[in-house]
């Protein structure tokens, strides 16, 4: 079973579909509107997130905003070519916070804004899709959760694979005791690359109709560096391997692979971390590890992860995934399909790869929007990412400082004195966390 969660008592009146009050139901609209929404951050992900919520026919796109004119300019064309043509352009999401006419908005942009713009927008009366990871810090996922508590708020985190029927039936299965006692489960992503990465670009300005102080907010201030920013044609923007920002593989892939874990018991978290890793390959100036594992104890058993960004050798014929190691089974799980290895000698693997259970993203809007008419949790509300999450960030702390931690479930804390200074958010001036 799941530990409390530190803020589940002071908000517990205030959680879920029953706690609506007088003022908030006389808001609410009626079940034959549309919400409106507006997106912010309106790169790769965003893009994508523009297509799905259009995909849904229960929405309307209003806003999009984004520091990078080129990229507000293509959610704005791309809005319109999907039939909604009165949406609106800003590049500064406060704005879209103070539109009182927006219902929802999207978040998608660099993981370091995630939390400061959850916690702003609930606090202007809005619901909130956020991407993973939720925050870089653990003590801001604390807050995101207080926010969504305190306001009301549907909060749906992006971890989608739990809309995923692949995914929903890995977990009945586990929880169902078919692979028997679980006492090791594994998450591995595995993948190849040049050894110059990314290379080496210098320090320069920043491209024309780029707010780069805007892009960084919080974080600190640096020069701009095309791999900080990291935006390209056909590719995932590469702030995603700068602890200024994000946390690398751990925080990108892990966060989804170890979500299923923790989806399939409950949301439990490790009782202890330990990692290493490092850059032992790649060349270029990104600073997260290219090679990478973390071990955890679970109540009841033993996980792992791993990342080989440069060895593309696949485990269960697959180069990502989660593994269910029961006395009876394995179970692996992936985005086409799962299989099952019976332990008996003899016994055929059964294998389930049908694309008709494949989709994530469009199940996951859509059970979004059905939560904002009906004012229930999402199936990825923010407390099981914040959870998911700080289980990865505890696991770069582990490398980052050579140390096993200890976690306080109950406190949501590490027991060690010398690292509790990382969890709390570090924000630039005058950006401020207040809930």
Not at 51 to 62: D, K, L, M, N, P
Not at 241 to 261: K, P, Q, R, S
């Amino acid at each position: 079973m799941a530990q409390d969660f530190p803020l589940r008592r002071d908000f517990l009146k205030t959680a879920g579909g029953a706690a609506v009050t007088a003022s908030l139901a006389a808001r609410l609209r009626g079940a034959n509107d549309r919400p409106t929404i507006a997106f912010i951050g309106c790169g790769r992900m965003g893009s994508d997130n523009i297509r799905f919520a259009a995909q849904t026919g229960g929405v309307e796109i209003v806003g999009v905003c984004d520091v990078y004119q080129p990229a507000l300019e293509r959610a704005e064309a791309a809005a319109k070519r999907l039939g909604f043509n009165s949406v609106k352009t800003y590049k500064d999401f406060r704005q879209v916070l103070a539109d009182k006419s927006i219902d929802a908005v999207a978040i998608a942009t660099p993981d370091h804004w995630h939390a400061y713009i959850t916690v702003e927008a609930c606090k202007a009366g809005k619901d909130v899709w956020c991407e993973k990871p939720a925050c870089v810090y653990v003590e801001e996922g604390l807050k995101m959760v207080e926010a969504a508590r305190k306001y009301q708020r549907v909060v749906q985190a992006g971890t989608m694979q739990r809309s995923g029927a692949f995914f929903q039936k890995a977990r009945e299965i586990v929880k169902s005791g078919a692979l028997g006692e679980i006492t090791f489960c594994n998450t591995f992503q595995a993948g190849s690359t040049s050894k110059q990465g990314y290379g080496n670009p210098p320090d320069s300005d920043p491209p024309a109709g780029l707010d780069w102080d805007l892009w960084l907010g919080p974080a600190p201030k640096r020069p701009f560096n095309a791999n900080r920013w990291g935006v390209g044609e056909n590719r995932w923007s590469t702030f995603r391997n700068f602890w200024d920002y994000a946390g690398g593989a751990m925080t990108d892939w892990g966060v989804h692979l170890l979500d299923i874990v923790q989806f399939a018991f409950d949301e439990a978290m490790p009782a202890s971390i330990s990692a290493q890793g490092g850059k032992f390959y790649v060349t270029d100036n990104l600073e997260t590890p290219d090679t990478m594992l973390a071990t955890y104890h679970y109540p009841g058993f033993l996980g792992a992860y791993e990342s080989r960004t440069a060895s593309p050798f696949p485990f269960y014929n697959a180069t990502y995934g989660t593994a269910f190691h029961g006395t009876k089974a394995t179970l692996m799980v992936n985005r086409d399909g799962y299989w099952i290895w019976p332990a008996e000698k003899g016994k055929e693997p059964v294998a389930e790869t049908s694309r008709d259970l494949a989709p994530m993203n469009l199940p996951h809007w859509k059970n979004f929007l059905e939560c904002l008419r009906t004012r229930q949790k999402p199936t990825s509300d923010i407390e099981t990412c914040v959870r998911t999450t700080t289980t990865c960030l505890l696991s770069n702390l582990a490398l980052r400082h050579g140390v096993t931690l200890d976690w306080d479930a109950q406190a949501f804390t590490v027991k060690q004195h010398d690292i509790k200074p990382f969890l709390k958010a570090k924000y630039r001036s005058p950006w401020k966390l207040e809930v």
